[in-house]
């Protein structure tokens, strides 16, 4: 009989076998599970073609479970919600007390919260742990995202170290997040915090094109060359690289094929929702939503198009020609104090809810395991990390004396973009929210006061004053009769 692994996973879709490959390569022997048995032996197969990796395949979950050395660690990256239930169902059958499990998808926190007590009520240990960097990352070295049981991943702390991506000046993109969900939440935000990215680019993509007329070509030398600049990132790369890709059914771009719709798996909306619960100004990741649920009213927006054409509306609204050079400039500029507005939002969504959890999260940390592995891997994520270094308890990204003065230096380029988009006629909801974001956080005093007002006129709500303590109630309706009379 073969000696026991040192891991198991079970789940093998690509991220599965992905991961497993890369545990494996890392010099930890692992076993694989799948419920659909063909996609063991596919892994066998590939562990052999990559290397004669120390990977192990098994069809039925029992032999599985017994070829792990104890205590036994089993990962699962299975589709969130039932499936994940039903795995752990499978597995815990054949399991002992101080075995663990970890749910590698994109769970919804409160889920692991309920499965970690449900585990621990029959002697194992779970953790929710977020991936991040998609297939590629899964086997070169993803983000890992660790939240639960702190003893279960001092269990396979030594293989997360080695699996995750390495970066040179920071070390491991790994850490233990925090306890219950904290893991999971904290990956959801990346992924709102993603969408927001994702949105930027794109409004920076439509500016360029619609207003400024760059071709495809023009387009990848433009992100190419701000890939080597501040912007340097994971999503400011692949956008040059698929500039630069020809349509290999037809003539043309490939990009200008891709139907203009988005779909989405439910990270971005739940990151909102969260937003709204804990009373957290999130607009940058709310107008990315709002742009996936309009993008998917394509054959509403076709015909939109044609009853403003007959009045006279184009898709832009503007001929003039642009001095592309300087529109180029400024495009960049507001992306990059835009993309501030996005990350300040996120960072304030996950503040907020360590403090309602009591989980005690690291802001700063978080930043520097985003640095490489991830989807919004990015140098400026190094700078967050500086600033929260520099100050743990910093109100806002905004207000944090580099970013601050970044803004200010940028602030006029942002105005002239939006403005240029709005004239045109195209929406740049991700820009123009966050340059409000902005406009709304660095002004003393906002006109919150009338809203407020109107509040204790219909509904007696009180307000306080500026000049003296209290509580006030005024009988509005009464005054404005007399005053009428």
């Given at each position: 009989m073969a000696p026991p692994t040192?891991?198991?996973?079970?789940?093998?879709?690509?991220?599965?076998?992905?991961?497993?490959?890369?545990?494996?390569?890392?010099?930890?022997?692992?076993?694989?599970y799948n419920r659909t048995t063909s996609k063991v032996d596919e892994t066998v197969e590939r562990a052999k073609q990559e290397g004669d990796l120390p990977l192990f395949g098994f069809h039925d979950p029992e032999s599985f479970v017994q070829s792990i050395q104890k205590p036994?660690?089993?990962?699962?990256?299975?589709?969130?919600?039932?499936?994940?239930?039903?795995?752990?169902?499978?597995?815990?059958?054949?399991?002992?007390?101080?075995?663990?499990?970890?749910?590698?998808?994109?769970?919804?926190?409160?889920?692991?919260?309920?499965?970690?007590?449900?585990?621990?009520?029959?002697?194992?240990?779970?953790?929710?742990?977020g991936v991040s960097g998609g297939e590629e990352g899964a086997r070169n070295g993803p983000s890992l995202m660790p939240g639960g049981s702190f003893e279960a991943y001092k269990y396979i702390e030594d293989i997360l170290l080695k699996v995750a991506a390495q970066v040179s000046d920071s070390g491991p993109c790994v850490t233990y997040i925090g306890k219950g969900g904290s893991g999971n939440f904290v990956k959801m935000v990346h992924n709102g915090i993603e969408y927001g990215d994702m949105q930027?680019?794109?409004?920076?993509?439509?500016?360029?094109?619609?207003?400024?007329?760059?071709?495809?070509?023009?387009?990848?030398?433009?992100f190419l060359e701000w890939n080597r600049g501040e912007l340097l990132s994971f999503l400011i790369e692949i956008t040059?690289?698929?500039?630069?890709?020809?349509?290999?059914?037809?003539?043309?771009?490939?990009?200008?094929?891709?139907?203009?719709?988005?779909?989405?798996?439910?990270?971005?909306?739940?990151?909102?929702?969260?937003?709204?619960?804990?009373?957290?100004?999130?607009?940058?990741?709310?107008?990315?939503?709002?742009?996936?649920?309009?993008?998917?009213?394509?054959?509403?927006?076709?015909?939109?198009?044609?009853?403003?054409?007959?009045?006279?509306?184009?898709?832009?609204?503007?001929?003039?020609?642009?001095?592309?050079?300087?529109?180029?400039?400024?495009?960049?500029?507001?992306?990059?104090a835009s993309k501030i507005c996005?990350?300040?939002?996120?960072?304030?969504?996950?503040?907020?809810?360590?403090?309602?959890?009591?989980?005690?999260?690291?802001?700063?940390?978080?930043?520097?395991?985003?640095?490489?592995?991830?989807?919004?891997?990015?140098?400026?994520?190094?700078?967050?990390?500086?600033?929260?270094?520099?100050?743990?308890?910093l109100a806002n990204l905004l207000v944090d004396p580099e970013f601050a003065k970044e803004i200010i230096d940028r602030q006029s380029a942002w105005r002239r973009v939006v403005c240029l988009a709005i004239n045109s006629g195209i929406s740049p909801p991700g820009m123009s929210a966050s340059l409000a974001y902005f406009d709304t956080y660095r002004r003393e005093r906002v006109p919150a006061n009338l809203v407020q007002a109107q509040r204790d006129y219909f509904g007696a709500h009180t307000y306080e004053r500026v000049d003296m303590e209290g509580s006030f109630h005024t009988e509005w309706f009464k005054t404005a009769k007399q005053l009428k009379n």
């Open positions: 040192r891991i198991g996973l079970a789940g093998l879709a690509v991220m599965g076998q992905n991961l497993a490959l890369n545990i494996a390569e890392k010099g930890f022997p692992i076993s694989v036994r660690v089993i990962i699962m990256l299975v589709k969130a919600g039932a499936p994940v239930d039903q795995t752990i169902k499978t597995l815990s059958a054949y399991m002992e007390k101080g075995d663990c499990i970890i749910d590698g998808g994109n769970e919804w926190y409160e889920n692991t919260e309920r499965r970690e007590k449900e585990m621990s009520g029959l002697g194992l240990l779970y953790l929710g742990m930027l680019i794109a409004e920076a993509y439509d500016v360029l094109k619609s207003v400024g007329k760059l071709s495809n070509e023009e387009l990848r030398s433009v040059a690289d698929i500039f630069g890709i020809k349509d290999d059914k037809g003539e043309g771009y490939l990009v200008d094929k891709v139907l203009d719709k988005t779909g989405m798996k439910g990270t971005g909306k739940w990151t909102v929702q969260q937003a709204a619960d804990l009373s957290i100004a999130a607009p940058t990741i709310a107008a990315s939503l709002d742009s996936r649920f309009l993008s998917g009213l394509k054959e509403e927006r076709v015909e939109a198009a044609k009853v403003f054409k007959s009045g006279g509306f184009g898709d832009v609204l503007t001929d003039k020609t642009v001095d592309k050079a300087k529109l180029i400039d400024d495009v960049r500029q507001a992306l990059y996005s990350y300040a939002q996120g960072m304030n969504l996950i503040r907020a809810k360590s403090i309602e959890k009591g989980w005690d999260l690291k802001l700063g940390e978080l930043a520097r395991i985003w640095k490489g592995g991830c989807i919004i891997r990015a140098i400026f994520l190094d700078r967050i990390k500086k600033a929260y270094d520099r100050n743990p308890d």
